[in-house]
């Protein structure tokens, strides 16, 4: 019998979370060492269609207690029962290590992304819920002034819609600003430790996109390491420079975005179908952050893809470029067709009852 491989995993110190709206599976997750939990409304938005008899009644009971309430309300309504579901089952983690772990990422409105004020607003409402919450934002130039902002008040925030490089300087600058502001208020600063998700698979997947339409031809395989290249640069940068911030990987595609960016420095998230694949693969985990991709796959991304530059360089893009690099754009795209998804699925409800 093959041995649970995630276990294996935190065994090293290397810490993951499971990204999944669904409670249940992050149980599972925590069971073999999982230490927190992300979601998103593409991620609720299929947890209503993959598990409808967890999601419907919870729909249900509000739409029947809050009769006036728009589809927007109860939405909101059921993101919030998930996610205080959710941070009670990784409570147990946040107390055991003194509020370093244990977090619950939960997701500001993707529709308000182009608004620093509606996003500050969110977070404030959200960081009540519970108290190891940490608030999911946008790292576009007006996102990350919002994450400034939401660190100096003493939130715990997460970048998201981030793949690249300068994205992550970027909002570790952010960070550093906010926790400046949060000291001079006299806020405990020192618990305030913020997280930087890098959307590995989605760089990958943008770059796919690029070389279909632009008809480059690429060696089989060299793609698949966009992502991971431009992960463990960022790793690099942060060791070097000091950078806070914790690095955290997303959007998984195959295994070797989870094999080879294992670290005792960096977390990820790992979805619960892609996660429960990795945990009775035939090879153990090892620690292979740092271990460099290899030259030959470097120089063909860097000959062949200006966006990969931008994104593994650290002077790639200037912040306001953020929000029209193609991954960026696809990405916030797909959010907002998510949350559609679930206002659909809310409307039908509202419709029948």
Known sequence: MIPARMAQMSALGADWWNDSGVPAELSQAIALGAVGGTSNPVIVAQAVKAQPDLCLPIIDRNLTDFPSATEDDIAWKLIHTLALDAAARLLPVFHATRGVKGFLSVQVNPKYYPS????????TQLTRLAPNLAIKVPATAVGIAAIEEMTARGFRVNATVSFTVPQAIAVA???ARGLQRARTAGLPADTIHPYITLMIGRVDDHLKRVAAHQKIAVTPGVLDWAGIAVFKNAHRIFQQHGYAGTLLAAAYRHEAHWSQIVGRDVLQTIPFSWWTQFNATSAPPALTLEQPV?????????????DFIRAHDPNGMPPASFLNYGATQHTLHQFLGGYDDLIAAVRARMLVL
Do not use: C, G, W
Not at 294 to 306: G, N, T, V
């Open 116 to 123: 620093f004020e509606l996003m500050v607003a969110q977070a």
């Open 294 to 306: 290899d030259a030959a796959i470097l120089a063909e991304l860097r000959s062949k893809f200006p």
């Open 173 to 175: 600058d952010a960070f």
